[in-house]
């Protein structure tokens, strides 16, 4: 039997992963593409004083009740919405996450939506594969992004890193926050902060980036879409529930929006009992209007393979006795 900590890993990691481990834990893997079962993973648990997570996971009090040893629990992740940080923390649990490697991938993916959904690429697609294309015709014409106006609802690091490339783009953009960015950044990127009647007012393209939590469920619904000059899209690449499906599925019905993209969605969000077991039928059903995309933000080969190697690292300095960045909470 081995003298290692035991660490359990819920999800497949890169090699290089599961080589770092090996270096310092006994490690429990997941050689297949299909996350462990709730059951499978409370067994496997039992004995852990470690944990590596993902966001497919969901970890509660209850969780924590039948897992007394765990010590340390390492999330491969930036938004932490799926685990019970103040449980986590009662018990004196170390909780690290990833917080900055997912930014430039994410945001690549949210311009790729806009732009595809915006100029009308997945149908086009669709037209030569159906081999209805018989050379040019006037036909799926799109917006384009310069000159149009994006408002960012949230301006952390991903939307920064958007506001970037859309500046990049010929954008004007907008943005509602709290906190103020520096003025330097605004006037280098030419970004306006508002509030939120003045965004919603100019904005052609609207995408909120930010994470989720009991005020920012269904932050975007029909009273907000309502307020949106009619025809514009909506980009969702947050959290699923930041959005309600069913007032945006009204809008494109009736033509408010002229499209939406998202690459989450509220069946993702476990730790919300209430949330729909399913996509929103009638926005499946919208393939012209419509564009996702299945949780592929970080879905980046060396991002991925960084961020595991990451949450190992954390593991490693934690059983090593070295400090961790760790959640600003105090232990109670």
């Keep these: 039997m081995s003298s290692l900590p035991r660490v359990v890993v819920t999800n497949r990691?890169?090699?290089?992963?599961e080589a770092r481990l090996k270096t310092f834990c006994d490690p429990v893997l997941n050689p297949d593409s299909e996350p462990f079962s709730r059951e499978t993973l409370l067994d496997l648990c039992r004995e852990a004083e470690g944990l590596m997570v993902f966001m497919n996971d969901h970890i509660d009090e209850a969780f924590l009740e039948l897992c007394p040893k765990l010590r340390v629990i390492s999330a491969a992740l930036k938004g932490y919405?799926?685990?019970?940080t103040d449980a986590i923390l009662r018990r004196k649990i170390h909780f690290v996450h990833v917080p900055d490697l997912l930014t430039v991938p994410t945001a690549e993916l949210t311009l790729g939506l806009m732009i595809s959904l915006a100029r009308n690429i997945p149908d086009g697609d669709q037209l030569i594969r159906?081999?209805?294309f018989a050379g040019w015709r006037p036909v799926h014409y799109g917006t384009g992004l310069e000159g149009e106006t994006a408002s960012i609802i949230g301006m952390g690091r991903v939307g920064?890193?958007?506001a970037e490339r859309l500046v990049a783009c010929g954008m004007k953009i907008n943005y509602v926050d709290q906190q103020r960015l520096d003025v330097k950044v605004e006037q280098r990127l030419k970004l306006r902060w508002c509030g939120m009647e003045e965004a919603l007012h100019d904005a052609r393209f609207l995408i909120p980036?930010?994470?989720?939590?009991?005020?920012?469920r269904y932050l975007i619904n029909a009273e907000i879409l309502s307020d949106l000059p009619k025809g514009a899209f909506l980009i969702n690449c947050c959290r699923g529930s930041v959005v309600c499906e069913s007032d945006v599925a009204d809008a494109l019905e009736s033509g408010q929006l002229q499209g939406y993209a998202a690459d989450v969605f509220e069946m993702e969000d476990w730790a919300l009992e209430d949330r729909p077991r399913f996509i929103e039928p009638r926005l499946l059903e919208m393939k012209e209007r419509t564009l996702f995309t299945p949780h592929l933000g970080s879905a980046v080969v060396g991002v991925r393979r960084e961020i595991s190697l990451q949450?190992?690292?954390?593991?490693?300095?934690?059983?090593?006795g070295t400090a961790v960045q760790t959640l600003p909470h105090s232990f109670v």
């Design 130 to 132: 159906d081999q209805e």
């Design 13 to 17: 990691v890169h090699p290089d992963t």
């Design 160 to 162: 920064l890193a958007l």
């Design 209 to 216: 980036f930010v994470p989720l939590t009991p005020k920012t």
């Design 81 to 84: 919405d799926n685990f019970d």
């Design 311 to 320: 949450a190992a690292n954390h593991l490693e300095s934690w059983f090593g």
